[in-house]
Each structure stands twice: as structure tokens, then as C-alpha cells.
């Protein structure tokens, strides 16, 4: 569904259009889970927070205007939501992940954690959560910043009207943010520098003893052809310039869980949500 589309669902459902605001919840809910996760890095939070923010969607959309698409509209509730939720969780910061998490010396997977998934499944499940705990580490402001216009790749203008701030100022954020991810990664991660110390099979052990990963549910999700990490290898040296952006552009793009779907259009057959 193209922005267009859902710009002229919008309108529509604002005018008492009950299949229209059903489609139009359907065509949007993936972007903003995609924006909650990223933002938020846990995955029952941002299901949550897509769950209310899709509701506030419903209950506002008489104030939609049309004065920019319904997509950078959608981005504005969302992000003012996201930013007065308070992450659940210890603080992260790139400082600790230095010191606490990263550069474990090499080491064999344990036996019995390959007894419920495969390596290779185990080495990008690391990658994700460490490269969304980055994210973390970087202040709220330079986050959305980033999610938005590095991740959804809004242009500047978009992205400032979402956050409500000029387009200089957002694009002072983005650099921010570009700067802080670019330099920890070239200092740390051998991913997007091979000279770097850390590697994602050697945090496998660690991860599971600290409880970040479970291999009983990475084992029961299908293996891709080509996870994020193959992709990444398979393009060979990364530029240096576009290192925090080549690092996340090749992860696959966050779904909305079903049941969090069936949740949302039970919403949306409640007459008072939609007359509120």
C-alpha cells in the first residue's frame, strides 16, 4: 500500500468510513511497529506501544488535515508517544556495552545451545540485539532522529514535521546520531571493521547466560536464505561513511505480530472507539 493510498483511506475513514479505517490500521501497522521497535529494542513493549498508538491513531483522526500525508501524520503521533514511554530495563549506554558485553575472547558455542538452534541463526540473533541495543545508547532525541530518517528513510522535511522541529534541527540530530553509532562501531564491532575486537560468535555463551537470547526460540523461527550478517559479508568492506547505515539497511524490516492485529480491528468494531 503506497502513502497515497493510505492518505485517501485517511480520509475516508475520517468521514465515518468503517472498511476504510480498517484498511487503513492494516496498511499502517508495520510502520509503526517498526518505529516502536527500533525506538524501544523490546519486543513486548513495542507491541504495546503499536497496540496504543494505533487506538490514538483511531480516536485523533478527525484532526488529520491533509496538509502533508497521512504517513508523516502517522509518524507525529507516534513519535510523540514513543518518547514519553520510559524503557523498560537496565540503561544502556556505549560505554557499558564496552566494558560489560563486548569483545568476549573466542569461544566454541556450548553444545547444548547447538542442540536447539543452528550457528549461524545464533551468530545474527546476537548481531540484532546488539546492534538494536546501539540504538539505546543513544539519547532519545538523536534515536528517533535516526529511526526516522536513517531507517524509514524519511527526507528532512518529512521527518522534521513528524518531530515537530525545524529541518536544520532535525538534521543536526541525525548527524548526531550517524557520528555517536559511526564511531563505536569502527572502535568495536568486527562487523563493520574486521580490525575491531568484538565478534558475534564469540557473545553467543555470554548472551545466553545473561538471558538475551534463547535458542529454543531462535530454533522454532525458519531460517532466511541469507541472514543480515551473509548479506553484509557478501557486499565485503564496508564504507566508512555509511558504516551505522549498511549495518541496519540490510536487516529484515520488523512485522507486526498476528494476534496484535486481530487486538487492533477488534478496536476498531468497538463503536465507541471509533465515535471517540
Not at 63 to 82: G, K, N, P, Q
Not at 254 to 264: E, R
Amino acid at each position: 500500500m503506497t502513502p497515497s493510498e493510505r492518505s485517501e483511506l485517511a480520509l475516508r475513514a475520517r468521514a465515518g468510513d468503517r472498511a476504510a479505517l480498517d484498511a487503513l490500521i492494516v496498511g499502517l501497522q508495520d510502520l509503526v511497529f517498526r518505529v516502536a521497535l527500533r525506538f524501544l529494542r523490546d519486543r513486548e513493549q513495542a507491541r504495546d506501544a503499536t497496540q496504543e498508538i494505533l487506538v490514538l491513531i483511531m480516536t485523533k483522526l478527525s484532526t488529520f488535515r491533509a496538509e502533508s500525508s497521512i504517513d508523516t501524520w502517522v509518524y507525529r503521533v507516534a513519535c510523540r508517544h514513543l518518547v514519553r514511554l520510559r524503557a523498560r530495563g537496565r540503561k544502556i549506554t556505549f560505554e557499558s556495552m564496552a566494558e560489560e558485553d563486548l569483545a568476549r575472547s573466542a569461544n566454541a558455542i556450548d553444545p547444548a545451545t547447538l542442540a536447539s538452534a543452528d550457528a549461524r541463526m545464533l551468530e545474527e540473533e546476537v548481531f540484532l540485539a546488539c546492534t538494536q541495543a546501539m540504538l539505546q545508547a543513544l539519547e532519545p532525541p538523536a534515536r528517533i532522529a535516526f529511526v526516522l530518517g536513517a531507517l524509514c528513510e524519511l527526507d528532512s522535511e518529512s521527518a522534521s514535521r513528524a518531530l515537530g522541529i525545524s529541518e536544520a534541527a532535525f538534521k543536526k540530530r541525525l548527524s548526531r546520531a550517524r557520528k555517536a553509532l559511526d564511531a563505536f562501531m569502527r572502535a568495536h564491532c568486527g562487523v563493520a571493521n574486521p580490525n575491531a575486537a568484538c565478534r558475534c560468535m564469540n557473545q553467543v555463551n555470554h548472551s545466553v547466560r545473561k538471558g538475551r537470547l534463547d535458542p529454543r526460540a531462535v530454533g522454532r523461527v525458519p531460517p532466511p536464505a541469507r541472514t543480515s550478517l551473509e548479506t553484509l559479508r557478501a557486499h565485503g568492506e564496508i564504507d566508512g561513511v555509511r558504516r551505522s547505515l549498511a549495518l541496519y539497511q540490510a536487516q529484515p524490516s520488523p512485522k507486526t505480530p498476528d494476534d496484535l492485529a486481530q487486538h487492533i480491528r477488534a478496536a476498531i468494531g468497538a463503536a465507541r472507539i471509533f465515535d471517540a
